[in-house]
């Protein structure tokens, strides 16, 4: 065997199986198996200490380092690894270390699909806590679930487990709504810009929206411009954000395309959490990282002390000194439409439904990524009759939020929601609108589901969907490999998950409710 590492917890691993020389989001081997190894730590830490705030924290922060895009910096991981040993105290226990340590290939997918679900509600936890949101059930539930992936559980079991991380997922995700609006005001439909100023300027990239504020704060007189990238568009939505006059539009695409807007930028970047792909030394040197998020050679903002603010001076002294960023295109992005922007329009959606007008809904939320079949989503979004509203988020919607779709009565075609954080508000207005038609389910809804995965937060937000009974759900633009025969056919069985297929047929069924 000349592997020297194992990874399939992202879509794009290699061949639709698993990445063993180097992972295809670019970490090196030497980094996942430290990765490994912290997953490891935290497992021992789960079976020998009970939770508080302060392992919980550990716990979440930790997961969070290790999922997709996040840190490539194994200096990280190495220390991240000394401080969960120094938690764990003196033991005896030890557990098996990586992914293949699991010989059962059906117990080993559900461990690793309870897993990357955690993955997932630890960056959503982890974003609440920095607001100051945290939820003792939710750190109870990761210290068991990571407990009982090192158990002799049955299968039935773990698939219990696993729903159950879709609930806590659920949980998680209204924490997060709750400390985002809380304090921030909840989202206003608004139109950004996609063109540039004259100013030098600082791009945002990543999810965490504290970040942003305490930099437009620093940058505020400065003759410094503030831009959003991918998923820190939303941003732009939040009445407590949007008032800054120097925060001046969105800059670029999704993540896959930073290579192209952080070379084209000029200035400083700040990525805030995941979604770094390997950087080019072009702009290495203009890359800051902080939060959980690193990389080999940027320099890292250290976190914020109690009371306090990071410290973003280094960003605004190196902008000042760069060239204004270049123009790449010129135009505007509407969102703003979390759950309490629609419920405010919610007696014209319900009229246009009674109407005809709108004849389905279509869930198109996730995240984006590099493989070409993700055309599909664009397409498809292209095909679907005009009687059909997309609800979107995550940075998905970079396929098609560009699109000239038109509205219907008013109402635009594409509703985005926000973030992945915010996937939450999709769940919410279908919830709110079953509730406006009287209806038993979800499912008898007017409403589809065609959602594309790449890493372990849309696990999180697939096993929620679950867990509130979401069934038919398409998902693309491959299934998980870490789903084996078995734990796919069960989950194809009880949900009626299907993997997206050709366009044409697919947008045919949707529109049958298919």
């Not at 991918?230 to 695409?253: C, D, R």
């Amino acid at each position: 065997m000349n592997e020297k590492m194992f990874c399939f917890q992202c879509q794009e691993t290699c061949k639709n199986s698993g990445c063993t020389l180097r992972g295809m989001c670019g970490k090196q081997p030497e980094t996942a198996n430290l990765m490994d190894e912290l997953v490891a730590q935290l497992k021992i830490l789960a079976l020998t200490r009970k939770p508080d705030r302060k392992l919980g924290l550990f716990a979440i922060q930790s997961l969070f380092m290790t999922i997709t895009n996040a840190n490539f910096d194994d200096t990280r991981f190495q220390a991240q690894i000394a401080r969960a040993k120094e938690l764990i105290g003196p033991t005896s226990v030890s557990v098996p270390v990586g992914v293949l340590s699991t010989e059962n290939e059906d117990i080993r997918s559900l461990r690793e699909l309870l897993t990357y679900g955690l993955k997932g509600i630890a960056a959503y936890a982890d974003h609440a806590a920095v607001l100051g949101k945290e939820d003792d059930a939710i750190y109870e539930f990761v210290f068991k679930a990571l407990a009982a992936t090192t158990k002799d559980l049955s299968a039935d079991e773990l698939v219990g487990l696993v729903l159950e991380c879709g609930n806590v997922a659920v949980k998680t995700m209204a924490l997060l709504d709750a400390a985002n609006t809380g304090t921030y005001g909840n989202p206003q439909i608004t139109r950004v810009k996609t063109g540039v100023g004259k100013n030098p300027g600082i791009l945002v990239s990543g999810h965490d929206l504290l970040d942003i504020k305490e930099l437009l704060e620093q940058t505020q007189g400065t003759g410094v411009d503030v831009y959003t990238h991918s998923e820190m568009l939303p941003a732009h939505y939040y009445p407590e954000l949007k008032k800054f006059p120097n925060l001046v539009g969105n800059y670029g695409s999704s993540w896959w395309h930073q290579n192209q807007d952080f070379e084209s930028f000029n200035g400083p970047i700040l990525m805030t959490t995941n979604c770094i792909i390997p950087v080019k030394g072009s702009y290495l040197g203009r890359l800051f990282t902080t939060g959980m998020a690193g990389y080999p050679g940027a320099v890292h903002i250290p976190d914020r002390q109690p009371g306090g603010r990071k410290d973003f001076s280094a960003l605004i002294k190196l902008a000042k000194s760069c060239p204004p960023p270049t123009q790449i295109e010129d135009g505007e992005i509407v969102g703003g439409f979390a759950h309490n922007q629609v419920l405010a329009l919610a007696d014209k959606v319900v009229a246009a439904v009674k109407s005809g007008a709108i004849k389905r809904f279509v869930v198109m939320a996730g995240c984006d990524g590099r493989q070409r079949d993700r055309q599909y989503f664009t397409d498809v979004a292209q095909a679907l009759p005009e009687g059909t509203v997309i609800l979107t988020a995550g940075c998905a919607k970079y396929r098609y939020n560009k699109l000239n779709l038109g509205d219907i009565g008013g109402i635009p075609r594409v509703l985005d929601a926000g973030q992945c954080n915010d996937s939450y508000s999709l769940a919410v207005i279908a919830m709110k609108l079953q509730e406006a038609f009287g209806l038993k389910s979800i499912n008898d809804l007017p409403l589809s589901f065609d959602i594309a995965w790449y890493e372990q937060k849309a696990v999180a937000v697939l096993l929620a969907l679950l867990a509130l009974g979401v069934k038919g759900i398409r998902l693309g633009p491959t299934l998980p490999a870490f789903l084996s025969p078995n734990v796919a056919a069960v989950l194809v069985k009880n949900f009626d998950i299907k993997p997206t297929g050709q366009v044409a047929e697919d947008v045919a069924a949707i529109m049958a409710g298919k």
